[in-house]
């Protein structure tokens, strides 16, 4: 059963006289209860992808499109249905925890204020908080709530975002680039973290991210993205260990634990794509296709790939 | 409104990046009407002020007194003051003292702050110190009120008025520089020049002024209207210029008088006065949101 | 061993009372590539700013070529500066956002010899194509660059200086993952063609054990172990207390 | 409580040292300060003044010591409460004068400021809920012009139009209630102006933050994300700017209380400069700075006290 699902998702940024293809065509669905994680590095157009689905674009973003979501276009939903969606039952994660809470707040009024509007008792929405909190290995939550959110670590922090985020219990968690700029210590526990909550809250999550490990370890299904587009999709093993198109194989070489292979050149600017396979002037096996042609995102074993060379070969 | 994504976009590379600095800051100028329609108007002042003296239809200190407290008439488009003074070619060589003046005051507080800022962030320690403390001095006195008192002491005149209002004004540029240059201290791009061998003069003049200066212009900019204000409340006060220099300040305190029975007297030279602050105002605020994309300002028309 | 280009002694840290690190020793061969690994606020990048002299140690001794930097004149110092640079973590602020990358790249030659134009074209250009880069990259501004070009020019830039030692502070954490086997191959390269030596800090040790000789674990504010990664044994370290 | 000793020590360190310059500076002018006590005494009789009347004269107020001994002396009355002089031309301790005048600069600057603040951040709050609407834009253009208009100007176009035409209010006068509306009108339009820009602004930037988006992907309404979240933070640079407006205040006090016929020190500080009433002068500089830097303590401490981020760095 399909809880999302994108077709031919397309988001464009006006820029000077041309505009910026900074998604394009991207399908895909979330079944019910998975972990389905979209790589890319940056620029890549992933983040984007997580916030269109919220409808938090920029107001001159032109997208086009679909996004159904349980049965429900979201594009076509008003703003006072669209609002009751957020945060209920898709809720995001950001991706800077220290700027998603208020500084002039004190911790416990903004976690407790969550269950303000369900109508929830006061004390007992916040023992609901502090049962999460606890949960989410966040100790003495009890003092967490007494402090000011600038007085807590990053890894913290993103706990207590993390332990918001769920108290909505959401039917599908977005978490937009979750360990980006934290300490390896920190990025071992948020790994920790999202492990913890797939397998406890069996949520249907999103992730965004551009670390390879963290995909490995909690995604069931991963999409890579290269330049705005979907390259690959597959269950998460398959693409990390058997992965199928030139730019995810050079993406995982390039790992230092693969090899540190690196990929030559860079990604294409996105005001000007380059004829043919976007990836192809960076692909070592590029051949007289791949400069003519784009190609197409096709099935193939079990999984979708863009590639000429596969049906090459 | 959602500059966080802007900046993350700008980031990642999707929105196109700043090209050519003047080239690129000169087409955002003219993207916008509010600047283009200040610059226009500050050319014109500019103009009107270099050319008052061949542009005035009368000698500003002819005095006429059978012609005394006119209102506008075709004779004298604006009226004449208590004397049967022409009131425009007052106000004509009036906007050339005023933005003189107010040039020059602004000029010599860059100078000045731009220098004890650069000395103060750069060197730090007991220099930044001193510095410092004499910034906060200068910052804790009324602004009008410390150049009365100076003007007080010096008496009226065009040179002790900029130099009044210099003392006032060099603290705000100096405390700005100081904060610009700590932060740039601390940049690779500085410190990779110093590891290179660069002595200080070299790194302060290639890299930290350059990089520094910009909000320094934007406050620059501003400060030439709150200039030509403070010049004109000292005149107003009778305490800026000799009383027979046609100056806006002085021309409303001697038409305030009259202005039971001449009110054109205190209205025009109080219109010519805002007419320059929010020229200045809005070529600030303009410089200020192109230079800097994270403030939110928008065009103020 | 030949002699080391870089060893540091003792060298000890500490504001007021809190002690960032102290008794860190080691020493760097010619062409070779010690990796400094710790934990963020273990005081790995303080270390690398106290050997290019950006940060004064509270006690101990930096000796560059047997000389210690910590006891010259400045006039002495200062001739040796150019011996000894470092690449900085982030590559957005490392260029001058107001300097064409042709510009940064030849500052250093600028300041310290009076080279005219031309020559310092064909300086740029040698030093572009030691680092993999092409001549329209010079010709644009820093925020036109990528982080990974920006990273090629600070390396170029450190190039002209013909240095002996480089500190490499991170100079891969912010850039995406294609990218930093990019970067860390080329300064590979240019440490062949060169045989300059680095000390590349990083929090990560899977790109330590890729390109480093030997690995030093900085923890606690000590140096508790160097692996030799040559050696593929693990040599304790003797904790010199005293 | 060190760092309230280190405050009120620069506090007092300023008010030395502004009161050393004005000292030093006054007495800079050409022209003995005996004549000038003589002038104010014998008016009108100035030519027939005596050598031996200058030199008595000298004695009595020892004006043969060297600057600094004087200084030195009048510091030293000041400090074990004497007095801080006596006016040459009122021949009254300088104390009685401030005392006489302090109330009417105080109720003027009051009321003007209080009307800054409210009108300022209503408006100012006002403008940014409606952003790029036409009342938006009638308000900022109104701002523009409010920060650009001369105070003296405005307050006597004022009295043109309530106290001339409509004959609504007296055109001077010190007392009753009407008789403050126009000169707190005058002196409050630039900083209400001033306080309501920097309102809307950081109130835009601050519903921009993602703290914000956070709190509406919560489900909070409106009115309480206002309230609770943007509100505290928005104030912070507002106060600043308020701090910074009351020296704009206590500067157009000067002129307004001229116009107006307000009996303040103000108007007192201009007269005591024209007839060079040196200690006048001085107690006035004194009083001015000391309320300036006395508000700038006040809105030091209500910055510490909306910003968790000092108070716990």
Known sequence: MNLLEIRELSVEFPAGEGSVKAVSRVSFDIREGETFGIIGESGSGKSVVGLALLRLLPANARVSGNICFAGKELFFLKPSELRKIRGKRISLMPQNPAGALNPALKNGLQIGEVFERRGIEKKEGMKKALGLMKKLFLQDPEKLCGLYPNQLSGGMRQRLIAAMSLSFEPELLIADEPTKGLDPEARAGAVELFTKIKNEYGKTMLLITHDLDLAHEVCDRIAVMYAGEIVELDEASKILHSPGHPYTKGLIRAHPRNGLVPLSGQSPSRIKLPEGCFFHERCRHAAVECSRRHPEIQNHKGGRIRCHLQFLQ | ?301 | MPSPVLAVNELKMSFGAAEVFKNVSFSVAPGETLGLFGKSGSGKTTIGRCIVGLEKPTDGEILVHGKNILAMGKKEFRDLRPKIQMIFQHPETSLDPRMKAFDSLVEPLRVRTGLKKAELLEKAEKLAELTGLRPEHLARYPNQLSGGEIQRVVLARIMSLSPDFVVADEPTSMLDVSVQAQILRLMQKVQRETGVSYLLISHDLDVLRKVCHRIAYLENGNITSIEDLRKKEVSKHARSRK | MRYFLKRFGFMALTVFAVCALTFFLMNAIPGGTAELILKHTFVGLEESATEEQLNQISSRYNLDDPLYIQFFRWVKAAVTGEGIGTSYVFRKPVLYLLALRLPATIQLAGASMAIAVLAGVSLGIYSALRENRISDHILRVATLFGVSMPCFWVALLLILVFSLKLKLVPVAGYGSLENLFLPAAALSLHSMAAVMRVTRTSMLETLGQEYIRFAKAKGLPLRKIISRHALKNAMLPVVTVIGFQMGNLLGGTIVIEKIFAWPGIGSLLVDSISARDLPVVQGCVLAIVSMFLLVNFLVDMLYTHLDPRIRYG
Not at chain 2, 103 to 131: H, K, P, Q
Not at chain 2, 234 to 244: E, K, T, V, Y
Not at chain 2, 258 to 266: D, N
Request: glycine share 10%; proline share 4%; charged share 15%.
């Open chain 2, 1 to 301: 409104m959602d500059n966080v994504f802007a900046d993350r976009f700008r980031r990642e590379g999707f929105l196109p990046q700043l090209g050519e600095y003047g080239g690129e800051f000169a087409k955002r100028v003219f993207q916008r009407k509010d600047m283009l329609f200040a610059l226009a108007a500050l050319v014109l002042f500019a103009g009107v002020a270099l050319f008052a003296p061949l542009l005035s239809p009368y000698d500003p200190n002819a005095i006429d007194l059978k012609n005394k407290n006119l209102g506008p008439s075709e004779g004298h488009l604006l009226g004449t003051d208590y004397l049967g003074r022409d009131l425009l070619s007052r106000i004509l060589i009036g906007a050339r003292i005023s933005l003189s003046i107010a040039f020059g005051v602004v000029l010599i507080s860059l100078l000045v702050g731009i220098a004890a800022g650069c000395a103060a962030g750069y060197y730090g320690g007991l220099v930044d110190e001193c510095i410092s403390r004499v910034i906060d001095i200068f910052l804790s006195f009324p602004g009008v009120i410390f150049a009365l008192t100076i003007m007080g002491v010096l008496g009226s005149g065009i040179f002790n008025l900029m130099l009044a209002l210099s003392v006032v004004q060099w603290a705000r540029y100096a405390r700005l520089m100081r904060g610009q240059v700590l932060s740039l201290k601390k940049q690779e791009f500085v410190l990779s020049a110093v590891t290179s061998g660069a002595g200080d003069f070299h790194i302060i003049r290639r890299h930290i002024v350059p990089n520094a200066i910009a909000p320094l212009l934007v406050l620059a900019t501003i400060d030439l209207g709150h200039v030509i204000l403070s010049i004109a409340t000292l005149s107003f006060l009778g305490i800026g210029l000799p009383a027979d220099v046609p100056e806006w300040g002085a021309m409303l305190s001697a038409g305030k008088e009259f202005m039971r029975t001449a009110p054109h007297q205190t209205i025009f030279p109080g219109l010519a006065i805002t007419f320059v602050v929010v020229i200045f105002s809005i070529l600030g605020d303009g410089i200020r949101d192109i230079l800097d994309p994270h403030h939110e300002g928008g065009e103020m028309y």
